[in-house]
């Protein structure tokens, strides 16, 4: 009975995934005139593994990434749940329908992992695995089950690199629990999958340690090959070359009889298997390949009995099940209207109950009972949240020089001292540069996590080291390889924590600022997830100056600013990082909806993550600073480091390193230029959301929003020049000159640096104390401001 039901929900979700994808096609009224898509074919291929893997093998505490052109069976399927409303179906990949591929964020049904950058729904999965890992070996998380993280893909999916880099990373931390269901249709957009890709494929899981299952043949070619002359049809099988087979699949069962007959000939058995068999039943024979044959991948998922990471490798037709199974051409292809119309009658669906979920099924009622006890969906949605962590006082200051990126430093090896929930769910991780971004101390007092115990091999030699490199359960930083994509993915797994295991982490992983780049795709992914993490990028800018342009990071500002759900700090002194991050452990955590904080017009009451840009340039601090309107303007962007007066003829903004360049510009230009101002900018990114917020505020007819670099510069007089500086992109803060109307001249760095010190690459690009002076005589009348003096 309960393959009879599985084959039942197979057609249905074949069906209503299809007519959706065929209503926002060709029925629902076009608006741009563009073909709207959804991929027919592709979905057709994964309904048979998606309907065995839900509707039999999952498990509540299972999660899933959903190839991204399967997502069409993925809706369908929750629609038959009764999860998701019709209106929704009828718009979708329409503006508030369901989306095109599965999003946590914006669709209504319940999607584990968002996926649509192709390959990095895969690699989350064994990221996630490591993650449960982690939290299960927790005293605090030893009672969440242990859950398969199981990412469902595409064949062509295994040309992306990710996917390589992250198997070398489970393999370095024992993945377990992680299965990967590959799509094998031999077919991608622009051609057919190479001749013998299964053996590589299997030659690189096995080495690294994943079993591998190839499941080619369907129920019907089994019993096929025990007849008489069913040998000798499976040799031709194996031996047929893909692009034949679906071209064969495509012309239909009378095709089929014509080229076995050709290349068999009369064989006696052989020949009686196939004149056995009308044109409809042989083509259902060869097109029974395993993936595509329900009754044999539920089969083959239950006899699984291990934690191992396994591959299944599942052979199916692209497009099966449908007229246009097998074209060349099927990826991004349609079934026109006459094809929707014939298979409609094959379907046996009545017009006018194309919607209905039980249109064809011959017992409602039995088949409603049955979808009432499947154990994945009986728990009901499996969204998790964990308790908020009080963030403990974060306090350091320093008269002494120090760098943003030792501050930091310090700031968690004060927290690893304590005992605090923060301290007690903070993991850390970085692509094998821990030690120089500042995270030794920490690593030092919680250690390496690793599944197992192993010991300090210098430590016991008693060999002096200032690294204390101890793994056990306990350790609270994973160590990854030197590839940044897997740097965030694993911080994309760890921001979900609370949602996919029902506890709290707080991520904090560290780069090479300017590698922020080698990982920007992964970055962009974890964020439209809504996984929340801080990221360190350090050392930033050019103060890496002897490593050159390779090391020295110029447009990771505009990344910061421009990346959402992300907010962007580049804090100059170690009282401001203080302030942020205590800010920073609480923004993480939030969760909340509703209208903006009409001081910042910022949503801040939503989180999200954040990015901080450090450097390891040691500059000289401020002194204690304790005010309020300090610290709110640390957290909101910026503060006036020296007011303007009333007269005030120049405004020198800055964000970041170049803090004593400009203090010491503004000492040199005082003389000659009336009540001159500093803007001190610690997040050019927040500074300019909450001017935009602003600005559809009062759109929108909220005459008196206010932004806080509005309120900021409304002291100014409109007359007055102003000169932004930051080491890195001078559009950075260019932009604030459009707030006022103030002329300005935006100093950073456009290009590519070299070897050096940090003064002979600041005076290269023109944002040492000497430039800025100089920009400013280049911009005002009458005496001049000499560029040395007693501060410079």
Same mark, same amino acid.
């Given at each position: 009975?309960?393959?009879?039901?599985?084959?039942?929900?197979?057609?249905?979700?074949?069906?209503?995934?299809?007519w959706?994808?065929h209503?926002?096609?060709?029925?629902r009224?076009?608006?741009?005139?563009?073909?709207?898509?959804?991929?027919?074919?592709?979905?057709?291929?994964?309904?048979?593994?998606m309907?065995?893997?839900?509707?039999?093998?999952?498990?509540?505490?299972?999660?899933?990434?959903?190839?991204?052109?399967?997502?069409?069976?993925?809706?369908?399927?929750?629609?038959?749940?009764?999860?998701?409303?019709?209106e929704?179906?009828?718009?979708?990949?329409?503006?508030?329908?369901?989306q095109s591929?599965?999003?946590?964020?914006?669709?209504?049904?319940?999607?584990?992992?968002?996926?649509?950058?192709?390959g990095?729904?895969?690699?989350?999965?064994?990221?996630?695995?490591i993650?449960?890992?982690?939290?299960?070996?927790?005293?605090w998380?030893?009672?969440?089950?242990?859950?398969?993280?199981?990412?469902?893909?595409?064949?062509?999916?295994?040309?992306?690199g990710?996917?390589?880099?992250?198997?070398?990373e489970?393999?370095k931390?024992?993945l377990?629990?992680?299965?990967w269901?590959?799509?094998?249709?031999r077919?991608?957009?622009?051609?057919?999958v190479?001749?013998?890709?299964?053996?590589?494929?299997?030659?690189?899981?096995?080495?690294?340690?994943?079993?591998?299952?190839?499941?080619?043949?369907?129920?019907?070619?089994?019993a096929a090959?025990l007849?008489?002359?069913?040998?000798?049809?499976?040799?031709?099988?194996?031996a047929?070359?893909?692009?034949?087979?679906?071209?064969?699949?495509?012309?239909?069962?009378?095709?089929?009889?014509?080229?076995?007959?050709?290349?068999?000939?009369?064989?006696?058995?052989?020949?009686?298997?196939?004149?056995g068999r009308?044109?409809?039943?042989?083509?259902?024979l060869?097109?029974n390949?395993?993936?595509?044959?329900?009754?044999?991948?539920a089969?083959?998922?239950?006899?699984?009995?291990?934690?191992?990471p396994?591959c299944?490798?599942?052979?199916?037709i692209?497009?099966? #099940? +449908?007229?246009?199974? %097998?074209?060349?051409? $099927?990826?991004g *292809? /349609?079934?026109?209207k006459?094809?929707?119309?014939?298979?409609?009658?094959?379907m046996?669906?009545?017009e006018?109950?194309?919607?209905?979920?039980?249109?064809?099924?011959?017992?409602?009622?039995?088949?409603?009972?049955?979808?009432?006890?499947?154990?994945?969906f009986?728990?009901g949605?499996?969204?998790?949240?964990?308790?908020?962590?009080?963030?403990?006082?974060?306090?350091?200051q320093?008269?002494?020089?120090i760098?943003?990126?030792?501050?930091?430093?310090?700031?968690?090896?004060?927290l690893?001292?304590?005992s605090?929930?923060?301290?007690?769910?903070?993991?850390?991780?970085?692509?094998?540069?821990? #030690? +120089?971004?500042?995270? %030794?101390?920490?690593? $030092?007092?919680? *250690? /390496?996590?690793?599944?197992?115990?192993?010991?300090?091999?210098f430590?016991?030699r008693?060999?002096?080291s200032?690294?204390?490199?101890?793994?056990?359960?306990?350790?609270?930083?994973?160590?990854?390889?030197?590839?940044?994509?897997?740097?965030?993915?694993?911080?994309?797994?760890?921001g979900l924590?609370?949602?996919?295991?029902?506890?709290r982490l707080?991520?904090?992983?560290?780069?090479?600022?300017p590698?922020?780049?080698?990982?920007?795709?992964?970055?962009?992914?974890?964020?439209?997830?809504?996984a929340?993490?801080?990221?360190?990028?350090?050392?930033?800018?050019?103060?890496?100056?002897?490593e050159? #342009?390779?090391?020295?990071?110029?447009?990771?500002?505009?990344i910061?600013?421009?990346?959402?759900?992300?907010a962007?700090?580049?804090?100059?002194?170690?009282?401001?990082?203080?302030?942020?991050?205590e800010?920073?452990?609480?923004?993480?955590?939030?969760?909340?909806?509703?209208?903006?904080?009409?001081?910042?017009?910022?949503?801040?009451?939503?989180?999200?993550?954040?990015?901080?840009r450090?450097?390891?340039?040691?500059i000289?601090?401020?002194?204690?600073?304790?005010?309020?309107?300090?610290?709110?303007?640390?957290?909101?962007?910026?503060?006036?480091?020296?007011?303007?007066?009333?007269?005030?003829?120049?405004?020198?903004?800055?964000?970041?390193?170049?803090?004593?360049?400009v203090?010491?510009?503004?000492?040199?230009?005082?003389?000659a230029?009336?009540?001159?101002?500093?803007?001190?900018?610690?997040?050019?990114?927040?500074?300019n959301?909450?001017?935009?917020?602003?600005?559809?505020?009062?759109a929108?007819?909220?005459?008196?929003?206010?932004?806080?670099?509005?309120?900021?510069?409304?002291?100014?007089?409109?007359?007055?020049?102003?000169?932004?500086?930051?080491d890195?992109?001078?559009?950075?803060?260019a932009?604030?000159?459009?707030?006022v109307?103030h002329?300005?001249?935006?100093?950073?760095?456009?290009?590519f640096?070299?070897?050096?010190?940090?003064?002979?690459l600041y005076?290269?690009?023109?944002?040492?104390?000497?430039?800025?002076?100089?920009?400013?005589?280049?911009?005002?009348?009458?005496?001049?401001?000499p560029?040395h003096?007693?501060?410079?």
């Open positions: 009975m309960t393959q009879s039901h599985l084959r039942t929900i197979e057609q249905r979700l074949l069906w209503l995934s299809h959706m994808i209503h926002a096609n060709h029925i009224p076009k608006v741009d005139g563009i073909k709207v898509g959804g991929h027919q074919a592709s979905s057709a291929s994964m309904v048979s593994m309907t065995a893997l839900y509707f039999s093998a999952l498990r509540p505490e299972d999660r899933v990434a959903v190839k991204p052109h399967a997502s069409p069976i993925f809706h369908a399927m929750h629609y038959l749940m009764g999860n998701m409303p019709r929704k179906m009828e718009n979708f990949r329409g503006f508030g329908g369901v591929y599965p999003s946590r964020t914006k669709d209504v049904d319940d999607v584990d992992f968002s996926t649509g950058s192709v990095l729904g895969v690699a989350i999965t064994s990221f996630a695995s993650i449960q890992d982690y939290v299960t070996a927790k005293t998380g030893a009672d969440v089950p242990k859950g398969r993280m199981i990412a469902l893909m595409g064949d062509a999916e295994l040309d992306e990710n996917v390589y880099e992250c198997l070398q489970g393999w931390h024992d377990r629990n992680t299965w269901i590959i799509d094998y249709n077919q991608s957009l622009d051609g057919v190479r001749e013998g890709l299964w053996e590589r494929v299997e030659k690189i899981f096995d080495a690294f340690g994943w079993d591998v299952v190839r499941v080619k043949y369907g129920a019907l070619q089994r090959f007849e008489p002359g069913g040998e000798t049809l499976q040799q031709w099988i194996d047929c070359p893909n692009d034949l087979y679906s071209a064969l699949t495509y012309q239909g069962g009378a095709v089929w009889r014509e080229r076995l007959m050709e290349d068999l000939g009369d064989q006696g058995d052989v020949s009686a298997l196939i004149d009308d044109d409809t039943e042989l083509a259902a060869m097109e390949l395993g993936g595509n044959c329900v009754e044999t991948m089969e083959t998922f239950a006899s699984i009995d291990h934690d191992r396994t299944f490798l599942a052979y199916t692209k497009g099966w #099940g +449908t007229p246009i199974a %097998g074209h060349k051409d $099927n990826h *292809g /349609l079934m026109t006459a094809q929707m119309g014939e298979w409609q009658q094959h046996g669906v009545p006018g109950q194309e919607w209905e979920p039980m249109a064809t099924v011959a017992d409602p009622e039995a088949l409603t009972r049955f979808l009432g006890e499947v154990p994945f009986a728990a949605p499996r969204r998790f949240n964990d308790a908020h962590l009080q963030v403990p006082k974060i306090g350091l320093s008269d002494r020089e760098s943003t990126q030792m501050a930091f430093g310090k700031i968690l090896d004060d690893a001292k304590g605090s929930d923060i301290a007690q769910r903070i993991v850390t991780m970085s692509p094998d540069v821990t #030690g +120089t971004t500042g995270l %030794g101390p920490w690593v $030092n007092r919680r *250690g /390496l996590f690793a599944r197992t115990e192993q010991p300090d091999m430590k016991e008693k060999i002096p200032t690294a204390k490199w101890e793994f056990s359960p306990e350790g609270q930083h994973v160590e990854l390889g030197i590839a940044e994509m897997n740097l965030f993915l694993a911080l994309g797994a760890a924590s609370h949602s996919l295991f029902g506890k707080i991520p904090v992983g560290t780069v090479y600022d590698f922020v780049n080698r990982g920007l795709d992964a970055l962009n992914y974890a964020c439209y997830q809504d929340r993490f801080m990221i360190v990028g350090t050392p930033s800018g050019v103060t890496l100056a002897p050159g #342009g390779a090391h020295q990071s110029v447009g990771t500002p505009l910061g600013m421009s990346q959402d759900g992300l962007a700090f580049e804090p100059a002194f170690v009282d401001e990082l203080a302030v942020i991050m800010w920073a452990f609480d923004y993480l955590q939030k969760d909340g909806s509703g209208d903006p904080d009409e001081r910042t017009w910022l949503r801040d009451e939503t989180g999200g993550s954040v990015y901080l450090l450097t390891t340039n040691p000289e601090q401020p002194g204690t600073r304790n005010d309020d309107a300090f610290r709110q303007g640390a957290i909101d962007g910026a503060y006036w480091l020296r007011p303007p007066g009333p007269n005030c003829e120049v405004i020198l903004a800055y964000q970041g390193a170049v803090a004593p360049d203090i010491r510009a503004a000492g040199l230009i005082g003389a230029r009336r009540d001159v101002g500093v803007l001190a900018v610690t997040s050019a990114d927040r500074l959301a909450g001017w935009t917020a602003a600005q559809r505020a009062r929108h007819g909220q005459r008196d929003a206010i932004s806080h670099i509005e309120r900021l510069l409304a002291m100014v007089s409109r007359d007055a020049k102003m000169i932004t500086v930051i890195g992109h001078p559009a950075t803060l932009w604030m000159g459009a707030v109307g002329e300005t001249v935006p100093l950073g760095v456009e290009h640096g070299q070897t050096g010190t940090i003064g002979d005076r290269h690009f023109g944002i040492d104390t000497a430039s800025i002076v100089e920009k400013v005589n280049g911009l005002t009348f009458g005496a001049k401001v560029v003096g007693p501060l410079g």
